[in-house]
């Protein structure tokens, strides 16, 4: 429909804009299903819209490769979705082991940090024998 910019179509226009017969078309408007004018030299003018309204438009070839194209670009959206998805999960483990071992150093230190405090504050032999 995008590549019939003007609004007053021919016959023959109006046949290849449908993928029908210009018989078919002609027979439609004799029929009154479809609204058509005769222009000054005695050819059927069809208004675009009328004509979109009674029939679909035929599918062009920049429709099934811009389809073909669209197709393409979501599968390569689809596996690079993949890809991210696999790579997040490979980091989210890494985070776990990473904070695992943060938490198991964090332990380490503060068991050390107990051992000296409890080293420290015993009582000097001076101060147990003068207390």
Known sequence: MSNYSVSALSLRQAAQATAMSKSAILRAIQAGKLSAVRNSNQNWTIDAAELFRVYKPAPSSTDASTSASQHNADSDLAAKLAAAEASLAALNQLLSEIKQSRDDW???????????LQHHTKPSLLKRLFA
Request: charged share 10%; no cysteine.
């Open 106 to 116: 964090k332990q380490q230190a503060q068991q050390q940090s107990q051992l000296l």
